[in-house]
């Protein structure tokens, strides 16, 4: 249930992510990167207060940005 739990909340984390990127589509891609850097970091930290343990963390973090991407991806060419 932890699991479900860290995937759920790191999916609206890339959710949020992609609405900052919205919000700020004429920024320098470096702060888009620095952006990305400060999500990334927060889903780590929920992740790990929550599962405890570093690896499953990454792994779980790793799994939910490549269904975020997959997505993200499918979408803009969908539309």
Known sequence: MK??????????????????????????????????????YLAIIIGNYIIKSTWKTFFLTMMSLSFYVAFHFTMSHLI
């Not at 609206?12 to 320098?28: A, F, N, Q, V």
């Open 3 to 40: 699991v479900y739990t860290v995937f759920l909340l790191q999916s609206l984390i890339w959710s949020g992510y992609t609405l900052t990127e919205w919000l700020s589509k004429h920024d320098h891609p470096i702060y888009n990167g620095m952006m990305f850097m400060v999500f990334f």
